[in-house]
């Protein structure tokens, strides 16, 4: 073992890890990254596809290139399965050596792997939430697949918007239109998943910062805020990233490929 893993291995061993992940964990899931090559991005504009504004601008008057994104975006996530890493940063946390994630990311897999203690600062794609009361529902794989399968067979622009509509349903408990558990460009943050994320890097000793481009804010300010506290920080990403000027250690690796190599000498 080399003086780097040796070090960081005794970093880890100490416990107290938070890890802070963005869409480079589960590039190895098949789900393509936001500024990648085969970016779902590089053909949806996300000033448009990634906004409030415009996902209700594209429902009046473009509501089939809506369907496309909805049906294509789903169906890459109904195909991910959790990979290498997600089930490392689980074991991690069985072992007690993981405080918490904080995930940029909204596909699931950390809590499809088992994961507990998950904060989702952006908000997950199978949520579906009131915006007035905050009444929320998970939908199952299969209740998306469904509506997917009935959407994408459909030709006529009104039964496209009825069928999302209905789909998306009304507030038990107050009659609104539930809304997408997504967190678009330009929403505020959830404020019990930020106070969770905080709570999390208050106790950590190291922050695992996996995949992340570290561009996107709010988000993006969370490792700052760890580094002021003292935390060390590991940067796990093949590329460079904005955060590699706060690392302490600087990991040039796929998150799986670390994992792989790490996680043997961690009992
Ligand atoms: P990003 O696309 O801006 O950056 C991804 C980073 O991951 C890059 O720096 C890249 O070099 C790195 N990377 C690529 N493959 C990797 C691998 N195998 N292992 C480790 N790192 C790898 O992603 P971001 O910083 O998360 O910001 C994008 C925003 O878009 C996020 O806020 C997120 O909400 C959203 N998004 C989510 C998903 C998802 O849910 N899986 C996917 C795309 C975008
Ligand atoms: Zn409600």
């Excluded at 970016?39 to 601008?57: F, N, Q, R, S």
């Excluded at 959830?190 to 570290?214: D, F, V, W």
Aim: with cysteine; hydrophobic share 40%.
């Amino acid at each position: 073992m080399d003086e780097k893993t040796k070090n960081l291995v005794s970093l880890l061993k100490r416990g107290r890890i938070v890890a802070f992940c963005g869409a480079g964990i589960s590039a190895e899931s098949g789900i393509p990254t936001f500024r990648g090559e085969d970016g779902l991005w590089k053909k949806y504009d996300p000033t448009v596809y990634a906004t409030v504004e415009g996902i209700v601008y594209l429902l009046i008057k473009s509501p089939l290139s809506l369907r496309d994104f909805i049906v294509e975006s789903y169906q890459i996530f109904l195909n991910a399965q959790p990979n290498f890493a997600h089930y490392a940063l689980k074991k991690l946390e069985d072992k007690n050596l993981l405080i918490g994630i904080i995930t940029q990311n909204i596909d699931d897999l950390h809590f499809r792997c088992g994961s507990k203690n998950v904060a989702e600062i952006h908000g997950n794609a199978f949520e579906f939430l009131c915006r007035r009361c905050n009444w929320r529902i998970k939908r199952t794989p299969k209740e998306l697949e469904s509506f997917i399968y009935q959407l994408k067979k459909e030709k006529s622009k009104w039964r496209i918007v009825k069928g999302i509509l209905k789909f998306l349903g009304r507030c038990p408990q107050c009659n609104r239109r539930l809304e997408s558990g997504i967190v678009f460009f330009g929403q505020q943050l959830p404020q019990k998943e930020l106070e969770r994320s905080y709570q999390y890097l208050n106790q950590a000793k190291t922050l695992l910062c996996i995949g992340t481009s570290g561009v996107v804010y709010p988000a993006a300010s969370l490792p700052y805020y760890a580094k002021e506290r003292g935390v060390k920080i590991v940067v796990i990403n093949p590329e460079a990233s904005e955060l590699d000027e706060i690392a302490d250690y600087l990991v040039r690796e796929e998150a799986s490929q670390f994992f792989r190599r790490i996680i043997p000498f961690l009992g």
